[in-house]
Nanobody
């Protein structure tokens, strides 16, 4: 199974962007769907999670601005990003953790201009 993320893009500060990440097949035993990001010269950091229960969690830096959601039937996880800031510029990665495996998308660039 592969994860395919949508294209990111270039957006002005204060703007919005929605990322999606679809799985090419079914994944059994999913525990969580997550988004991470990696800014230039920095380590990869966790951004948001949604558990199988639907419970969501966010990094403090994005809380109130980003929303993670999923469409189970479409095997897709989304990240709605509002009020974007230049500090949000990074490569974004989707991640699905199951009891059997750990799946990663290829990463998509999001650039926020000031």
């Amino acid at each position: 199974v592969q994860l395919q993320a949508s294209r990111g893009g270039l957006v002005q500060a204060g703007g919005s962007l929605r990322l999606s990440c679809g799985a090419s097949g079914s994944i059994n035993g999913i525990k969580a769907r997550r988004w991470y990001r990696q800014a230039p010269g920095k380590e990869r950091e966790w951004v948001a999670s949604i558990l199988t229960s639907g419970l969501t969690n966010y990094a403090d830096s994005v809380k109130g601005r980003f929303t993670i959601s999923r469409d189970i039937a479409k095997k897709t996880v989304y990240l709605q990003m509002n009020n974007l800031e230049p500090e949000d510029t990074a490569v974004y990665f989707c991640n699905i953790v199951s009891v059997y495996n750990d799946y990663w998308g290829q990463g998509t660039q999001v650039t926020v201009s000031s």
